[in-house]
């Protein structure tokens, strides 16, 4: 007796047994998977190459400058570039902590939505972005009270000084937009989705180029908002809270949380909230 005749006597049915994808394929999709994410990376590369080109260049050295404005444009620029380079380890220290929360919330809904347990993967989402916000806020009140304790353990001094205090003060502006970005992108990496995190994070990185240099320099006939060079921060930091506002709503209407009408209401509000306090805030502090 053949073993298909004996299997079907005693009710067992075989399953037929798949096929190991070839090399070609799975490189395939691993690309396909990778290209998102190395597409964010390379724009949060221009991002840190933009705000050190800017901090640079907020004083144009001219032939027809006296030798005491040289040196006082000079001094500004190093100024700028010491406090851009300092706010660099702010955002390492913001990536650690968004990526504590993140890489666990990737990997508890990845097995769930392996699992088809939906009401798991939709409950451990909304701990993480509630975690990511308390997170948020509270990298807010440690840089905004915080900021000349900072800029002392940094060791800046003078102009430095002055500039890292109002960058981390408006820095915290965007934190809770910002951490709350990131932990819904890892959320939705998690649930097998990596091209709308990608979208929304070259949304943000190509809005916080444009405006940080549109209203740096006034240019695309923007108006120059910064009257000194500290208050490119804010500028910078606007940038970056309107961008993560509009890629958290991406997010929700991506999953359906909130209407495409409501979101693009909220982005308008929130931009213009925004930006027409950037001219005025650098001098707030």
Known sequence: ?????????????????????????????????????????????????????????????????????????????AAATAAVGTIGYIFWLIGLITGAIGT?????????????????????????????????????????????????IAQLHGIAHDFAL???RMLGISLPFVTVMMVANAC???????????????IVDLVNMFFTWSLTFGSFHLPRSPTSPAEYCSSACCSSAAGGFGSICIDFVRTGIISSASCASACRAASAICFSGASTSGSSW
Request: net charge positive; hydrophobic share 50%; with cysteine.
């Open 166 to 168: 109002d960058y981390l």
């Open 1 to 77: 007796m053949s073993q298909a005749a004996a299997t079907e006597r005693v009710g067992i049915k075989l399953e037929p047994v798949l096929s190991t994808p070839s090399n070609a394929v799975l490189l395939r999709q691993l690309v396909l998977l990778a290209l998102p994410v190395f597409a964010e990376q390379v724009l949060h590369m221009l991002v840190a190459l933009t705000d050190t080109f800017v901090a640079n260049h907020l004083v144009k050295l001219t032939p027809d400058m006296t030798a005491a404005q040289i040196a006082e444009g000079r001094t500004q620029i």
């Open 188 to 202: 939705l990496r998690g649930a097998g989705d990596t091209v709308t995190p990608a979208v929304s994070m070259i």
């Open 104 to 152: 666990g919330s990737t990997a508890i809904i990845a097995r769930a939505t392996g699992a088809r347990h939906r009401r798991l993967a939709n409950s451990v989402c909304g701990q993480s972005v509630g975690a990511a916000l308390f997170a948020g806020l509270g990298l807010w009140l440690i840089f905004g009270w915080g900021a000349p304790w900072v800029a002392n």
